[in-house]
């Protein structure tokens, strides 16, 4: 694996927790990168709900996922991660396997649409709650743009003070890249 890239540690990292038949959420869809990878880890049994805020997002996850004939095994809505409580009430899940957020804008789209602390921290206590035992939720957080630094600290704050009894967590960061995206992820603990 090519340790610089933050995007394929993620994948290494979320597929510990999916199986064939597992649930699994993108919580920004943007251009389907995440959707397809989750999709094709979940099997045809398995099940994907992906949100983003843009038609645009949506679209080009739509394209995605149909080249790669795993479109059925996905939804897709049009709705802000922070309503993701709401989204997997009405579709009756248990709960998810994985949990991924890719924060901060859609590469070649509006760049001034972003995401934004106070939605992601929201979303992320959400994402706690539909976590199953080993599940995995995994945030790639970017400094570069306008307030990406305060979404990135807001989000370490939060992830350094969860419960150890529950979770474990870990930031992995590149050490000689500057502004390079790095990596929070959250790991619920097994049944024992
Ligand atoms: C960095 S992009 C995601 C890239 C994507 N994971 C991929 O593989 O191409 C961030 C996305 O988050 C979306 N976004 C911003 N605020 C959001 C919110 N509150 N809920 C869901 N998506 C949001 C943006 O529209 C954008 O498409």
């Known amino acids: ?19 064939p038949g597992a649930i699994a959420i993108d919580a920004t869809a943007g251009n389907g990168h995440d959707t397809l990878f989750l999709a094709q880890s979940v099997g045809e049994e398995g099940q994907v709900i992906a949100f983003d805020i843009q038609s645009q997002a949506l679209e080009n996850t739509y394209t995605r996922l149909k080249e790669a004939k795993v479109e059925e095994r996905v939804s897709l809505h049009q709705r802000g991660h922070q309503h993701m409580t709401e989204v997997l009430s009405e579709l ?29 921290l929201t979303a992320i206590d959400q994402s ?60 619920k603990k097994g049944l024992n």
């Open 92 to 120: 009756t899940i248990p709960q998810v396997q994985a949990i991924m957020f890719n924060l901060g804008y859609l590469p070649k789209g509006k760049l001034e649409v972003t995401t934004l602390p106070d939605t992601t």
């Open 128 to 187: 706690l709650e539909w976590l199953g035992p080993s599940g995995t939720l995994s945030l790639v957080l970017y400094t570069g743009h306008a307030g990406g630094k305060e979404e990135a600290t807001a989000v370490l704050q939060k992830l350094s003070l969860l419960n150890t009894r529950l979770f474990d967590t870990a930031h992995y960061q590149l050490l000689n890249r500057n502004l390079a995206p790095s990596l929070a992820l959250v790991r």
């Open 1 to 19: 694996m090519n340790l610089a890239s933050i995007l394929s540690f993620t994948h290494t990292l979320v597929k510990d927790s999916l199986f």
